[in-house]
């Protein structure tokens, strides 16, 4: 039997690159809404992340190795990151306050072979790399939370964000099973390549998953309970 761990987070907000060092994966991915607005987000693999609050950038920075969430504000809408240290299972959501055009712009500045962007609306993969680009419209007053997703192209993995679970390359044909401490089956789909599952309705507690003839223990806490 395996554990799914979940990191604590903290908050931060990025508006232009860091210096690094040593050969770890980085990407800048640059925003543009409606044509009118422009920000720009930076992910690492490396944790460089310090404690404490960065006036020059206006953010709070995470401790060293924990995931973070960085906000990205466009007009009057935002944009919210939960990063990973090691960007496998980083998270991009969307608020939307008026129907928006968006387009999400990969610049890479240490690619990492075998990493996508997967959207979890349409079930497409991108390569993240430079020049991808990625365009969608979000309608006025929604949010999408975990839209986009980094996920490893060619490799099984499951990981554990809050109330939801992401499976990403099962390879099996065999159904998705969740299940309580009490022995009752709170989820029994149809497996797919990358797939999503919404816990929010669950109450807070340890549930097992069985996936591609493993079985996983996790803890679940739905964020509005």
Do not use: W
Request: with cysteine; net charge negative.
């Amino acid at each position: 039997m395996k554990k799914i761990i979940l990191s604590a987070l903290a908050v931060i907000m990025s508006m232009s690159m860091f210096a690094l060092e040593g050969e770890t994966a980085a990407y800048q991915i640059d925003i543009y809404a409606n044509g009118a607005y422009f920000d720009n987000i930076f992910l690492s693999e490396a944790p460089f992340y310090t404690d404490g609050f960065d006036n020059m950038y206006d953010a709070y920075k995470a401790p060293m190795g924990k995931d973070t969430i960085i906000y990205s504000y466009l007009g009057t809408d935002k944009l919210a990151v939960v990063a990973r240290p090691n960007l496998i299972g980083t998270l991009i959501s969307v608020q939307a306050n008026e129907t928006t055009n968006y387009k999400l712009a990969v610049v890479e500045e240490l690619a990492k072979e075998g990493l996508g962007i997967y959207d979890h609306q349409t079930n497409l993969v991108y390569d993240l790399k430079n020049g991808t680009e990625i365009e969608f419209t979000q309608a006025a007053k929604t949010e999408a939370v975990g839209r986009f997703e980094i996920v490893k192209t060619d490799e099984f993995s499951v990981c554990a964000m809050y109330d939801y679970i992401v499976i990403n390359n099962n390879p099996s044909s065999e159904n998705v099973v969740i299940m309580n401490m009490n022995g009752e089956k709170v989820v029994d789909i149809a497996p797919a390549k990358f797939q999503t599952i919404d816990l929010s309705a669950q109450p807070s507690g340890h549930y097992m998953l069985t996936v591609n003839g493993e079985t996983y223990e996790f803890f679940n806490k739905p964020v509005s309970k």
